[in-house]
């Protein structure tokens, strides 16, 4: 995606970003960070007791314990089972209460931040989703966001818990045996020297393992909508060549990480192992000389393997935070992407909308493109009908979409009542225009569903009512269960045809002040687009309506017909001025009707 190679100046700090997003829970993270040491804390206490244990053996009444007052090895053994089992059930009380705290804050986090891209995602241009991927905009929504929940859940729990571990045990070995600490402590800079290097090492691996899973999902998105297309050309070993291309690539992607993770336990293991056999071999020598208690050094050789096992499950953890680290990256960076429409702040309800339109020397081009529409001057009066009718590529439908504001004009203006289209809050100007577009969208639902959609509170008399009027009541009647009947995705279970009169449906539901038909009869038979135009000629009185042909014979009765040609006006007029001028409206309706009309060499300068 273009708008995600652009490097955020906090880019190298994931971590730093992912953490000043969850500000909002600090209450929950400090919560499950507490308990998340408190267990560690109760989970190291076994060893102490087990050297406890063994220091009331070897010495009894002048053990540890005796020295507090209590001479009596029954006496002893008793506080040592009765303080084992408080410290079990607080150890475990703890582990409940941290992996409930940490695994709802991971969904919570990852429910907020799903929720963030994704009205983030919806509010930006129309031309930021042109040139992204679908597939790639859903690894980010999906598959990135998992990866913050994964870690989140178990990885930021095992860092709070080793740092603990370190701190408290380090404690313990310079309080009880500070001649031998050192042999303990002498491996932990090695290891997270390690770690840090393995770490600067897999995050451009995993970086690219992100970017390759994008990749994956992009080309098995596209194929799984097209998969009509792929069928009636009989492309399918072709796309499967191509999945297995994309997911090669991303094996070969994972391989290259995985090479480099998997050998950091071997390593921080051969330096745990001289830590280990340091201490077990001088700490033992100083325990038969007598210069260290047998449960002293009991307990050492316990909270050393307590202490320096656990950090081979760094290379574990530290991968989780690689992948979520790569993730963040590409959640937060799609959360940074600009926003160049920006909604106004003047309300217009659409009560009090009129409906006249005027567009002044507007010039728009896409995005390292010419000018599709070049100042380009237009009045559309309130309550009337217009028609634009054009070759391909005139810049018709973008000229719908400048009006509903899914891109911004280079120069010029759009008025609606006089005011700035710029100007009003876009939940307003979208709620006062309704749009059949050519290239209908249905949702996977019900019939009914998708006709209410965008007017969701309506009945079901006034859905039923709407479904009359677009002619569309017959047909979902006999539908296997009528207006519940699931539409499939994208209305695949429906034809052309109904789909496009369910829209006009949907249309007359919203009940808006202006009303653009963008090639509304295109996928109809003559006796439906009769039908429609019936039910267009009663829906369009008193209405601003704009309507955009191919087919003239929908807009000959049209108050007034613009013909564009390359982004401009070029004729105008009514259906009979027009064929007069015997100009370029009137060899299309030659073409499409068959009437052949006189020649004539004329020039007509366009009425606004």
């Not at 990885?155 to 380090?170: D, L, S």
């Amino acid at each position: 995606m273009a708008s995600n190679n652009q490097k955020h100046p906090h880019a190298r700090y994931p971590l730093q970003r992912l953490l000043h997003y969850g500000r909002n829970y600090r209450r929950q993270i400090w919560l499950a960070i507490a308990c998340s040491i408190l267990n560690k804390i109760f989970d190291l206490a076994p060893p102490v007791l087990i050297g406890i244990a063994v220091d009331v053996v070897v010495n009894q009444q002048n053990s540890l314990i005796a020295q507090l007052g209590i001479k009596d090895t029954f006496g002893q053994f008793f506080i040592l089972s009765a303080l084992t089992v408080i410290i079990w059930i607080l150890e475990s009380a703890f582990e409940y209460a941290y992996a409930k705290l940490w695994r709802n804050l991971s969904q919570a986090i990852e429910h907020q931040l799903r929720l963030d891209a994704y009205q983030h995602l919806q509010n930006l241009e129309l031309a930021y989703f042109e040139e992204s991927s679908t597939g790639s905009l859903m690894s980010i929504l999906s598959d990135d966001i998992n990866q913050l929940e994964r870690f989140l859940d178990i990885g930021a729990n095992e860092v709070i818990q080793v740092v603990t571990t370190v701190v408290v045990i380090g404690g313990i070995f310079f309080i009880m045996a500070p001649s031998v600490a050192w042999m303990a402590m002498l491996p932990m800079p090695f290891i997270l020297w390690g770690s840090v290097a393995f770490q600067r090492r897999l995050a451009p691996r995993y970086a690219d393992v992100r970017e390759k899973v994008s990749l994956l999902n992009s080309r098995l998105t596209n194929n799984l909508t097209g998969i009509t297309t792929i069928k009636s050309f009989t492309a399918e070993a072709y796309e499967t060549a191509r999945v297995a291309e994309e997911s090669e690539a991303y094996r070969q992607s994972n391989r290259r990480a995985i090479a480099l993770s998997a050998a950091f336990v071997p390593l921080i293991r051969m330096i745990i192992l001289a830590g280990f056999t340091a201490l077990l071999f001088y700490g033992g020598t100083e325990a038969v000389a007598g210069r260290m208690t047998a449960g002293t050094y009991s307990m050492l050789i316990f909270l050393i393997q307590r202490l320096l096992w656990p950090l081979t499950r760094l290379g574990e953890t530290f991968d989780q935070y690689q992948r979520a680290m790569a993730s963040t990256n590409r959640v937060m960076n799609l959360l940074d992407t600009p926003i160049a429409i920006h909604p106004g702040n003047i309300s217009l309800p659409v009560s009090s909308v009129k409906g006249e339109l005027q567009l002044h020397d507007v010039t728009f081009a896409y995005q390292g493109r010419k000018p599709v529409i070049e100042k380009l001057s237009l009045h559309i009066p309130a309550g009337k009908t217009i028609a634009i009718v054009g070759s391909t590529g005139s810049g018709k439908s973008t000229l719908v979409k400048l009006l509903l504001r899914l891109y911004e004009i280079e120069t010029g203006t759009i008025t609606l009542d006089g005011i700035d289209i710029r100007d009003l809050k876009l939940e307003d100007l979208r709620r006062c225009i309704g749009l059949v577009s050519q290239d209908v969208f249905l949702f996977h639902g019900t019939v009914s569903e998708n006709i209410a959609y965008g007017s969701f509170e309506a009945s079901e008399r006034d859905i039923v009512a709407a479904a009359k009027i677009a002619e569309a009541d017959d047909f979902i009647q006999q539908l296997p269960y009528g207006y519940d009947t699931i539409v499939g995705e994208r209305g695949q279970k429906l034809s052309g045809g109904q789909r496009q009169r369910i829209a006009i449906a949907r249309a007359i539901l919203k009940d808006p002040p202006i009303l653009i038909l963008d090639e509304a009869t295109s996928a109809v038979d003559n006796e439906t687009e009769a039908a429609i135009q019936r039910s267009l000629e009663r829906i369009t009185v008193d209405r601003t309506t704009i309507a955009i042909a191919h087919r003239l014979s929908t807009i000959r009765n049209a108050d007034r017909i613009y013909v564009m040609e390359r982004g401009k006006l070029v004729e105008s007029g009514r259906h009979e001025e027009l064929l007069e001028q015997v100009g370029i409206y009137a060899s299309l309706w030659q073409v499409q009707s068959g009437i052949k009309l006189p020649i004539r060499n004329s020039q007509f300068a366009v009425e606004d």
